[in-house]
């Protein structure tokens, strides 16, 4: 029986309803060039990128220093690997968030400069990430 207040629903669509409502009141901050994130979007990266020992690094040194420019010899100096593993492991999170969500977004900033790649990772990100 339906009032004036309620609609039916297949039992089918009430789980994807609630994930689609959970989703939708989540906080979200726009990151430049990469659009808008979620932490619930952050818990799905971290779960997709988990081998990529390069990538992680990059976003944990971006993440303690939120706000603050990180260069490709930072990360180097805190994983050890070769400025190619680095890449290669990024590119691989590039992958995974195509796989994601159907385009190439990373929850921080690259950005090109004379001196080499920089990296950006914006304060809001940055405690999603760290927790």
């Known amino acids: 029986m339906t009032t004036p207040d309620t609609v039916e629903v297949p039992r089918r669509l009430i789980e994807e ?3 689609y409502l959970g989703t ?10 990469n659009g808008p994130w979620t ?10 990128i988990a081998g990529y020992v390069g ?18 010899d930072e990360i180097e100096e805190a994983c050890g690997l070769p ?5 290669s492991d990024l590119a691989a999170m590039s992958k995974a968030a195509r796989r994601l969500w159907g385009k190439k977004v990373w ?6 400069t004379n001196a080499g790649m920089n990296y950006l990772m914006q304060a809001e990100i940055a405690e999603w990430w760290l927790q």
């Open 24 to 33: 939708a009141a989540e906080l979200s901050v726009v990151v430049p060039d």
């Open 107 to 112: 929850p921080m900033r690259a950005l090109q």
């Open 83 to 87: 400025r190619r593993q680095i890449a």
């Open 55 to 72: 990538a992680i690094t990059a976003l944990d040194v971006a993440a303690r220093n939120a706000g603050r420019t990180v260069t490709l």
């Open 39 to 48: 932490k619930g979007m952050i818990d799905e990266l971290r779960r997709e």
């Open 17 to 19: 309803l609630a994930a």
